[in-house]
């Protein structure tokens, strides 16, 4: 049984490694996100990403709904809510545990910790900075996962400059309810297979 649903888990991983279709008013077409890492990155990256995720859902089916994950030149980020501290502490370790771990940063909440007024506007928050870049000719947009929790914006991703860098955290600073920004912002020169 176990066996199966490994397989099954693999098999469904699979399936997300192809392109999205997108049908609009001039047609149809695939959407390929502009991503600075080299393919074999990507590759790398993504298999630890499926890895973590399947052997969280093996723990517990309730992480694949509630958390996400996001690797990026083997730093995994983690975000999304949990019943009790130890469950934290439990996927920060898997995460950890998972081959090719460079670093793990994790944005996971105890639940309880924030209501439905704050979770929405969380929402807002996130909605209003994801616009700002999509529409900052500076920044490309679909290089960063975006999380607010309790008005604190988490931004992972990769800057191709230090001025997109900046920008993008300007951005998020000045977005109306916003406590504090945490950037985990990588730049393309620093990651591991640039640098010699």
């Known amino acids: 049984m176990k066996k199966n649903l490994i397989l099954i888990l693999f098999s469904l991983s699979l399936l997300s490694c192809v ?3 997108s049908v609009g008013i001039f047609g149809s077409g695939v959407s390929i996100a502009y991503d600075p890492r080299t393919v074999g990155m990507q590759i790398d990256d993504s298999i630890m990403q499926k890895n973590l995720m399947a052997r969280l859902a093996l723990t517990d089916k309730k992480y694949i709904i509630s958390l996400s994950t996001k690797v990026i030149d083997g730093n995994i980020f983690l975000s999304g809510k949990v019943d009790e501290p130890e469950e934290k502490l439990k996927i920060i370790k898997m995460a950890w545990e998972t081959k090719g771990t460079r ?12 209501n439905f007024k704050n979770t929405a506007k969380d929402v807002l928050i996130t909605s209003q900075l994801r616009t700002a870049l999509l529409f900052n000719k500076l920044t490309k947009s679909s290089n960063y ?11 992972f991703g990769i800057a191709i400059t230090k001025d997109e860098k900046k920008k993008v955290i300007l951005e998020a600073n000045e ?4 406590k504090e920004v945490v950037p985990s912002i990588l730049l393309v020169e620093d990651l591991s297979r640039n640098t010699n």
């Open 19 to 21: 392109g999205s279709s």
């Open 175 to 178: 977005v109306y309810g916003v």
């Open 103 to 114: 670093s793990v940063q994790s944005a996971v909440i105890i639940k309880g910790q924030t």
């Open 145 to 155: 996962t975006i999380d607010t929790i309790n008005g604190k914006i988490y931004i």
